[in-house]
């Protein structure tokens, strides 16, 4: 029997601490995934449910971005897969009786647990101007209060259009076309907070913004660097195919500040081996200082420069430029200032310099950790450089391999949600249409949030996402927030942006992932995009959670007519209706996604999707600047700490997926019933006199001299790299300055927050 959701907001501030774990996966994983999932969907559900997940006639998972296999198991899921599901496919419902219970300041003081554990939105919610709870409204006068406010802009560019990365290749393409057509590039995504540091360095290096490796490539590869990731809890299954990885004789080297039990040991719950023994994964564990990355490659690079016949000359010769200036800068690189920044020692360079010497075919993977820096762009660059040097690009089991976090993130992204669009997707937009779209840039996130502080736009419209939690700087997100005019958000659940609101606000429910999309001509599908490229689709198969929802497209296209009158050259109708005719238009504008209907569906030949072209993977091309791929030879740069301060890295724990937390532990770092912990090295937390167990305030100092604050921490002593730290969001995302972003791709710099602890009152 699916359970209740919890009434009262559970005490979160007396966790328990027991230390790390050494194992991921295994037993417990199917444990927790069944006590989760019977929760929300009891059992029928459940067995109904989590089967069809990332089946080929089954829906897409709607957690992270990892690639299918081609030969799925029964259970193609990980436990966290099976939690995302399970919180969309709940039987729990937060109804207009919840909201005539909760006012909007009510849910403003409960976690973001307890909301999402609340259940799925039912009908379309309207907070009138001065009211204090939502309360009902029809979908047309929905669309009329938006229209409204449209109406009253002094511009379009006073609109800001938001796209979490769960929203479908259809919806997204939808979505820019109708923010287009009205007038504005205000499209800021959820890859502007993580991945745009890699679409920046990506697209500068080789001319596509995008990952070059497939998942076979993995298998091929006799070389693994994970950095800055944590897949265990991100992107579990990729600990499936590292396993198949070293069972082929690959080798991996992990960086990371935190030692993390799933790039340890993976117990893989698919066999009897794997759950009892397990795999171990990592031969090397570089426990880097966090934000030491780019010193660890451009050290790495300076060693194969200097070794004999380690640099792939043909290769270099033929396919790269700026060649010179790049080893020049790197031969000329400070040994002791560089190895400081990475806080290693010299033998552990020279050894992970051993393995990439005897790998011929390398792939580097990473996320977070190495894009939310002041310096991720020159980071990732200096990975390219690596990859350069030895031929490591174009050709199988080698590349570069960024894994995007949201499930069709990259998808939106190749749709057309881009704040900065291309002119030739601008042409195109405009020879299909009839329409002359906006060619000035608009609003990224950050700009977007600056936006809304300083007056200059007055509306904001969500398609899904918690953008409120997601965004740094939580206490100028929420009062830039509150002083919009109207603020809209397409969800499925209950989350605190939905509490944080302009004079008036909207809550519009949608399908979720797993539901059945009945339209016009009949049932739909969407598809998405994974990491690595490959396009498929998705099909829902539980009946909608109330028969007052609108799929994304749906609401996209009824918006549309509402605000853009008959005049629009665009066949919302028709679009509406037949999802088939969208991704026929998505044929003729976005490169890649000829004959799409058919190679989606299998009709012209394999099931199960299409990868979509990429140039220097395929065919050793290189789209840059230059038309070859580019060494750079950027300054080493590194995060500064000043004495008797910590820099923290703000991150996900296991019960969580970007701001949506499942539960309120994270088994594998040994920390339950709780979430406001700071994980401190024991010699850093005694030299700061932060016993085990103490309360701290979290105080962050940065360059505009205002301090930012998150009390109540417990510390836990932990063994992250010397002088790191690390906590989780949204809860620290109060001390991530607004204005502290990476160069070049603007992405919030949250992964390295110089700190203070205080003694807490609380303590
Ligand atoms: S690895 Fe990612 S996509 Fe796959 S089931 Fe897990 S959360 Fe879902």
Redesign the pocket.
């Known amino acids: 029997m699916a359970t209740k959701p919890p009434q009262s907001d559970p005490v979160q501030d007396a966790p328990q601490v027991a230390g790390p774990k050494h194992a991921a996966a295994g037993l417990p994983a199917i444990g927790h995934t069944l006590r989760v999932a019977q929760q929300q969907m009891g059992v029928r559900r459940t067995a109904l449910t989590l089967l069809r997940?990332?089946q080929k006639d089954g829906f897409d998972?709607p957690?992270?971005?990892?690639p299918e296999p081609e030969h799925r198991h029964t259970a193609e899921?990980?436990e966290?897969?099976a939690k995302?599901v399970a919180e969309e496919a709940t039987l729990r419902r937060v109804t207009p009786e919840f909201f005539a219970a909760h006012s909007v300041a009510d849910l403003a003081t409960r976690s973001g647990y307890w909301l999402g554990q609340q259940g799925r939105l039912t009908h379309p919610m309207y907070l009138p101007e001065g009211a204090d709870h939502y309360e009902p409204v029809t979908w047309e006068r929905a669309f009329d209060i938006v229209a409204e406010e449209i109406a009253a802009l002094d511009s379009p560019n006073e609109a800001v259009f938001y796209t979490s990365g769960r929203t479908s290749n259809e919806a997204a393409f939808l979505y820019q076309l109708f923010a287009r057509q009205l007038g504005t590039n205000n499209l800021p995504d959820c890859s502007n907070m993580c991945h745009e540091s890699s679409g920046s360095a990506l697209s500068e290096t080789i001319g596509i913004g995008k990952g070059s490796v497939l998942l076979e490539d993995l298998y091929k590869a006799d070389l693994i660097i994970v950095a800055g990731q944590n897949p265990g809890t991100n992107?579990?299954?990729?600990l499936s195919a590292l396993e198949k990885a070293k069972a082929g004789g690959a080798r991996i080297v992990s960086v990371n500040p935190l030692p993390e039990a799933g790039l340890e040991r993976f117990k893989n719950p698919q066999t009897a081996q794997g759950m009892l023994k397990g795999a171990a994964l990592t031969d090397l564990f570089l426990q880097i200082r966090i934000g030491g990355d780019q010193a660890l490659f451009r050290l790495l690079n300076k060693l194969i420069l200097e070794a004999d016949g380690a640099v792939d000359e043909a290769f270099v010769r033929e396919h790269t430029h700026g060649y010179e200036e790049f080893a020049a800068a790197a031969k000329a690189a400070d040994w002791d200032e560089t190895l400081a920044a990475t806080g290693l020692t010299r033998a552990e360079i020279e050894h992970a310099l051993g393995m990439v010497l005897a790998s011929k075919r390398t792939i580097v993977c990473w996320a977070m950790g190495l894009t939310q820096h002041k310096h991720s762009v020159p980071t990732i660059r200096e990975i390219v450089n690596f990859l350069l040097l030895r031929g490591n690009i174009g050709r199988p089991g080698a590349g570069v391999c960024p894994v995007r976090g949201h499930?069709n993130v990259q998808g939106d992204r190749t749709m057309g949600i881009f704040e900065r669009p291309a002119p030739v997707f601008l042409d195109a937009l405009e020879r299909e249409f009839g329409f002359a779209p906006p060619r000035e840039h608009g609003f990224d996130v950050v700009r977007a949030i600056r936006a809304l502080r300083d007056g200059e736009a007055k509306l904001f419209f969500a398609m899904g996402g918690n953008f409120v939690s997601a965004s740094p700087d939580t206490d100028v997100t929420e009062a830039a927030m509150r002083r919009a005019r109207l603020t809209v958000h397409v969800s499925t659940k209950l989350n605190r942006s939905h509490a944080v609101t302009g004079a008036r606000a909207l809550i519009l429910p949608t399908l979720g992932r797993t539901e059945r999309d009945l339209q016009g001509s009949g049932e739909q599908f969407v598809t998405v995009e994974d990491s690595m490229g490959m396009v498929h689709a998705s099909r829902g198969r539980l009946d909608p959670a109330s028969r007052h929802l609108l799929s994304e497209p749906a609401i996209v296209c009824r918006l549309a007519r509402r605000v853009l009158g008959e005049e629009s050259t665009v066949p919302w109708e028709e679009f509406e209706k037949d999802y088939a005719t969208i991704r026929d238009r998505i044929a003729r504008v976005v490169p890649g996604f000829e004959d799409f209907n058919a190679r989606v569906t299998g009709s012209a030949g394999r099931p199960g999707g299409f990868a979509l072209p990429h140039a220097p993977r395929d065919e050793r091309r290189f789209p840059t600047k230059t038309g070859k791929a580019n060494f750079t030879a950027a300054p080493v740069e590194y995060p500064e700490l000043p004495e008797g301060r910590l820099l923290l890295q703000t991150l996900r724990s296991h019960d969580q997926y970007n701001t949506t937390i499942y539960g309120l532990d994270d088994r594998y770092r040994g920390i339950r019933n709780g979430r406001r912990v700071v994980l401190v090295n024991p010699d850093d937390a005694r030299a700061l006199g932060a016993a085990e167990g103490s309360y701290v305030d979290l105080v962050s100092e940065w360059k505009d001299g205002v301090e930012r604050r998150a009390n109540g921490f417990r510390v836990v002593h932990y063994p992250t790299a010397r002088g790191c730290a690390a906590a989780y969001y949204p809860e620290t995302n109060v001390l991530v300055p607004l204005d502290a972003t990476a160069d070049t791709s603007n992405t919030p710099a949250s992964k390295s927050v110089v700190v203070r602890l205080e003694q807490s009152a609380t303590d």
């Not at 957690?63 to 990892?66: D, E, I, N, Q, V």
């Open positions: 997940v990332n998972c957690g992270c971005a990892w899921f990980c966290n897969g995302a992107h579990p299954r990729m499930s």
